[in-house]
């Protein structure tokens, strides 16, 4: 058992993440009375209660004491986290009319599962309400409009690859069965989740099919495609689709025996499918940056121009035709995509651009819909407009009078505790609930607390909220300057880009690990801290040190300048290998056919968390060198373009 009551809460928390009730009881027993954080340990208590040793929802809560501690907590954050959890077991044993009651009163709506829940139980609502109503209360084609308006908010939550869990699952159940969704649909999602490896929800999927192909031949198209199609009568519709899937479960090993299966079968395939099976494959290669990539898609497209293809599969072509200059076949290819993918300012940029020589003012108007921040393609958009990228006027430095209300709130104080305890999660919740529905004033006099009390996370969070005034020195803090300069400095690395690469790594919270454990504010390794400081000859390093700032930036410098001088000194290379590794960059440029812009390589990194880490690191760089030299800056200069190379070997971690 722990010693301090400190320890006895860490273990506490500990004990209900991993649904041990026993373990829970007996350590919230072990507190000392007056313990000074209370609803946190009843909410550890109940959350036992709801979840299994299998982190899945009971079948029954102790629902009258979950509504004593929400009433009792009612308006903190801890409450709204319990009613979370409470509405998953809530959703899961289907009690419709209580999720429906205490759904609308969770507060920050970002579970994916109760998205699901809600669409899930107010189709069912909706549907039986049409089903029941009398005769001609409903017509026939109001009953249609209905179905298309569920499969329209459902499509979004079902058709993106991010799986399902029991809350979606529940939702396709219903629309499916409601008529909402209908072969075709159901088809389209298969596709998807055999290509994101999903087979247990495929499988459950397929049963809503109105022609239910037969499981031998379905569990044969997953787990032997290749004996599938050897085998396969081609002459009705439900085997070309599982032709199809069985060609997409091939391409996730080997997407070139895909190909040859594709080709060998096409002929024998409605044209939707075989474009749909060359759209999913040209998906893959893109993925995998193949130069058949463009070819699958143009495949696709000349079997059937409109075919419906995923999101993701159309995003990927879009970014082929990036790379290829194929500016016809971009702006065909955004034109395709949901409404919900085209508004994403990524393809709102390039559709710009797509369409600049023909419609000059529609690109300017696409443009100016997106250059309203400090996010990569806003800073694009106002070079392309011919704005100077410089920082907002400094809004006035908040008044000890404005910060103090920080230093006495409740929420506030427990995530100071919370940071002391190196408990984050809680941390930031406790804090962004205090931020909701603040004005700029108050929200630049949260961030001036948070930099007093060296949460520079926070204070970035607090700044970077503000609507009409803005500080960019607290949303692009700077903290441990000196020590950054000077380094930088001595290794002829730009301040601001080492600054911008600090900022997405650790925020400036020199304690943060990661989960692959990753340390300090550079977020270096512990090998590859060991392999640098052997490269700069620091012998008497130890591994213990890694957390500290000057040690920590010391190596994190040093390897970024390694990586800088070994990719030819590319800012968009050098920081994607920081994240990624020397050899994927590498191997990403090596796929090149042409030169390309900085930003159409950095669209086309095929690792999404790569891809984003450049795009802001660049960005943050950018706003850091307009902050620091007080003159106007170019994103574009920074990621100036990118020439293809052969990949070589390199000895860099």
């Not at 065909?332 to 919900?340: A, V, W």
């Not at 190196?422 to 603040?438: D, K, M, P, S, V």
């Not at 997405?504 to 943060?512: A, G, I, K, L, N």
């Not at 920081?575 to 900085?598: D, F, I, K, M």
Request: charged share 25%; proline share 5%.
């Amino acid at each position: 058992m722990p010693q301090s009551a400190d320890d006895i809460f860490v273990a506490l928390r500990e004990a209900s993440r991993a649904n041990d009730a026993a373990r829970v009881q007996a350590l919230a027993d072990a507190l000392p009375a007056g313990f000074d954080i209370p609803s946190y340990v009843e909410y550890y208590r109940l959350r036992a209660q709801i979840y299994d040793s299998n982190g899945l929802p009971r079948a029954t809560t102790p629902d009258a004491d979950i509504l004593a501690f929400l009433s009792r907590w009612q308006g903190e954050a801890i409450a709204d986290r319990l009613r979370n959890d409470w509405l998953l077991a809530i959703g899961r044993r289907r009690d419709a009319n209580l999720f429906e009651q205490q759904y609308p009163l969770f507060a920050l709506k970002d579970d994916r599962q109760l998205d699901c829940y809600a669409l899930a139980f107010r189709a069912q609502r909706l549907l039986g309400e049409s089903a029941g109503s009398a005769e001609g209360e409903l017509s026939p084609t109001g009953r249609q409009a209905l179905r298309d308006a569920l499969a329209r908010d459902a499509s979004p939550l079902l058709f993106d690859g991010k799986g399902w869990g029991d809350g979606c699952q529940l939702l396709v159940e219903t629309v499916a069965a409601g008529g909402a969704f209908n072969d075709d649909d159901i088809w389209h999602f298969l596709r998807i989740a055999y290509d994101a490896n999903r087979l247990t929800e495929a499988r459950r999927a397929a049963r809503w099919l109105s022609n239910l192909p037969d499981k031998s031949a379905l569990d044969q198209a997953a787990d032997k495609p290749a004996a599938y199609l050897a085998k396969a009568d081609l002459s009705d519709p439900v085997a070309q689709e599982l032709a199809v899937l069985a060609v997409i479960r091939i391409a996730r090993d080997d997407v070139r025996a895909a190909a040859v299966w594709a080709d060998r079968i096409g002929s024998r395939l409605a044209a939707p499918r075989a474009a749909a099976a060359w759209g999913q494959l040209g998906g893959v290669a893109a993925r995998r940056t193949l130069a058949e990539a463009l070819d699958y898609f143009r495949r696709a497209d000349a079997l059937a121009p409109d075919s419906r293809q995923p999101d993701d599969v159309l995003q990927w072509q879009a970014r082929a035709a990036l790379r290829a200059a194929d500016w016809k076949l971009l702006r065909s290819t955004i034109e395709r995509m949901s409404p919900t993918m085209a508004a994403d300012p990524a393809w709102i940029y390039w559709r710009a651009r797509a369409i600049q020589p023909q419609s000059p003012e529609r690109a300017r108007e696409l443009l100016r819909s997106i250059a309203g921040d400090g996010s990569f393609y806003a800073l694009l958009a106002h070079e392309d407009l011919g704005r100077p990228i410089v920082v907002p006027p400094r809004a006035p430095a908040p008044a000890d009078g404005e910060v103090a209300p920080f230093a006495v709130n409740a929420g506030i104080g427990r995530s100071l505790r919370f940071y002391a305890l190196n408990l984050r999660f809680e941390a930031i919740r406790e804090w962004n609930w205090q931020l909701r529905g603040l004005g700029d004033r108050q929200l630049l006099a949260a961030a001036e607390y948070a930099r007093r009390q060296g949460l520079y996370d926070r204070a970035i969070a607090s700044a970077e909220r503000t609507r009409d005034e803005h500080d960019y020195s607290l949303r692009y803090i700077s903290p441990f300057r000196e020590l950054v300069e000077r380094q930088a400095g001595q290794l002829g690395l730009d301040a601001a880009w080492v600054y911008g690469l600090v900022r997405q790594e650790s925020r400036f919270m020199p304690s943060v690990r990661s989960s692959v454990g990753a340390a300090g504010l550079m977020q270096v390794m512990p090998a590859t801290a060991k392999y640098v400081a052997k490269r700069i000859g620091w012998a008497d390093y130890k591994p213990e040190l890694i957390d500290e700032p000057d040690t920590n930036i010391t190596l994190g410098t040093s390897y970024l300048k390694l990586v800088y001088d070994d990719l030819d000194q590319s800012a968009v290379l050098a920081s994607a290998a920081y994240n990624a590794g020397p050899g994927r960059a590498r191997q990403w440029r090596s796929t090149l056919t042409r030169p390309v812009e900085g930003a159409i390589f950095a669209e086309t990194i095929p690792f999404n968390e790569t891809r984003d880490y450049v795009k802001r690191v660049l960005a943050n760089a950018t706003l850091y060198a307009a902050l620091f030299e007080g003159r106007p800056q170019s994103l574009r200069s920074r990621l100036g373009s990118i020439a293809p190379s052969a990949l070589a070997a390199t000895d860099l971690p």
